[in-house]
């Protein structure tokens, strides 16, 4: 399977808690996405890698999530002392990286679930 | 701040009954306006990528037009395995983020 791959696909915690999601991208797209996504909205954006650089963070970001992708290879998003409204489907996408191109055709992994008590 | 808003949010058609679905949006200066269609449980699928006003592009029984302040999803002669939820996003100049609408959701009844 080479598409965009997430674990887990569905995590249930305890609010406070933290829980972490991992994305394996398409193996040679160099920019990484994160989404989030609640019912019945269209997917939010978080944060955009290229390759290892972070380069453009929501400003609605708490700091309580954190991005990273070591090597510019795969991405973990974690959240800390999570919070009910904290609970969505966060979707990874990437894309291949063509210069200065206006490349909006994204790919998107089947998200990770996240329920928080 | 980027805005994109889709109407109607739902959408109920007979097998055969075309349409179209509206996306308008506001950004300062519009790098592309893309179409996505997302099932239930997955995560959104690419269809169209738009750049200028007047452009159009097609897809089977779908196909997207763009003016300076929407882009419009037409979907001829529906069949019930288009039912989904189609998404329209816009990106910014000088971003590389999509500004996603909320969707509409499609159910063709056969």
């Known amino acids: 399977d080479t598409g965009v791959s997430q674990n887990p696909r569905h995590k249930i915690t305890k609010r406070g808690q933290n829980v972490t999601f991992r994305c394996d991208p398409i193996?040679?797209?160099?920019?990484l996405y994160w989404y989030r996504q609640t019912l019945g909205q269209g997917p939010e954006f978080l944060t955009y890698?290229?390759?290892?650089?972070?380069?453009?963070k929501s400003r609605l970001l708490s700091d309580r999530f954190s991005a990273e992708r070591p090597k510019g290879s795969f991405s973990t998003l974690e959240i800390q002392r999570t919070e009910q409204g904290d609970s969505a489907m966060y979707l990874c996408?990437?894309?291949?990286?063509?210069?200065?191109?206006?490349?909006?055709?994204?790919?998107f992994g089947e998200g990770s679930r996240l329920t928080v008590l | 701040e980027d805005q994109v808003t889709q109407s109607p949010e739902a959408l109920r058609l007979q097998e055969g009954e075309s349409s179209s679905l509206n996306c308008s949006y506001t950004?300062?200066?519009?790098?592309?306006l893309f179409w996505y269609r997302q099932d239930p449980g997955k995560g959104p699928e690419f269809l169209f990528t738009?750049?200028?006003a007047g452009e159009e592009k097609e897809k089977e029984r779908l196909k997207a037009t763009l003016t300076k302040k929407e882009s419009f999803l037409h979907i001829t002669a529906p069949k019930p395995e288009d039912s989904a939820t189609y998404l329209c996003?816009?990106?910014?100049?000088?971003?590389?983020?999509?500004?996603f609408g909320s969707g509409t959701r499609l159910q063709v009844q056969p």
């Open positions: 890698f290229q390759n290892e650089a972070q380069l453009e």
């Open positions: 996408a990437s894309s291949p990286f063509l210069g200065q191109a206006a490349t909006g055709e994204l790919f």
């Open positions: 738009l750049y200028s």
């Open positions: 950004v300062s200066g519009l790098r592309g």
């Open positions: 996003a816009a990106m910014d100049t000088g971003r590389r983020a999509l500004t």
């Open positions: 193996s040679e797209h160099n920019r």
